[in-house]
């Protein structure tokens, strides 16, 4: 099989490992989830992650507390994602490395942009923890910043709605999917495919995203292929 890209970038949330548990780890859901991963990089295309950590806890929802410390709590809800996921691609046969963007050398390495570009071109699947390790940055913009270091050629973002919509398609059945956008469109619209500092970033260094279901698994293999799935966003907004 062909594939279209060489190296990507896959975002998954952290709910999409929870499965339809809605908290922690579903063992089932990774397992299917990591057996796409494999089948993706026997095709031999280089793949990251970064993953998410909502099925754990979230920095806005800490109330009253210091929203610094939140989001280190949310960055550590990461870590132990990429853990999980590690663990289980590990158990798929596939050689996996997990990097924290908060050294904790016991459990991982410290993201360094070299050595994790050099365990891509090994064939390794890097896993990329602790988000950016800053507070009051997300996820999204942790994949955003990781694509672009590691000259990844497109993020995978993937979701639990299969394309973006010009809203919610669970609440209103009449709404509009796109099949390609642009980032302007993304940002001018308030879309919220991804937070606006990691459109902004993506947008500035020309840095393509899919975006699409992962109720479907398979998919991540399709999106790799090249097939016509999800909303492609683009700078000019053409697939």
């Known amino acids: 099989m062909n594939t279209k890209y060489k190296r990507v970038l896959l975002k998954i949330s952290g709910e999409a490992l929870a499965g339809d548990k809605g908290f922690g780890l579903n063992p089932d859901t990774m397992h299917e989830i990591c057996e796409n991963i494999k089948k993706v990089t026997d095709l031999g295309v280089q793949v990251s992650i970064v993953v998410g950590g909502g099925n754990i806890w979230r920095g806005r929802s800490g109330g009253s507390m210091d929203r610094t410390r939140a989001d280190h709590m949310g960055m550590l809800a990461t870590c132990i994602n990429a853990l999980g996921l590690c663990s289980e691609l590990e158990n798929c046969g596939v050689i996996t490395r997990v990097e924290t963007a908060i050294e904790m050398r016991q459990i991982a390495e410290p993201y360094i942009r070299l050595r994790a570009i050099r365990h891509l071109e090994k064939g390794r699947v890097v896993i ?41 398609p669970n609440i209103n059945p009449n709404a509009k999917k796109f099949d390609a956008l642009s980032f302007s469109d993304i940002l001018s619209k308030e879309l919220g495919v991804m937070d606006s500092t990691a459109a902004s970033m993506c947008r500035d260094n020309n840095m393509p995203i899919l975006v699409f279901g992962l109720d479907k698994p398979e998919n991540i293999i399709k999106a790799v292929s090249g097939e016509k799935i999800g909303t492609l966003v683009t700078k000019d907004g053409n697939r």
């Open 128 to 168: 990329f923890g602790g988000g950016t390790g800053n507070p009051f940055m997300s996820t999204d913009t942790a994949a955003a910043l990781r694509a672009i270091e590691t000259d990844s050629e497109v993020i995978l973002l993937a979701k639990k709605v299969d394309a973006v919509y010009d809203s919610d």
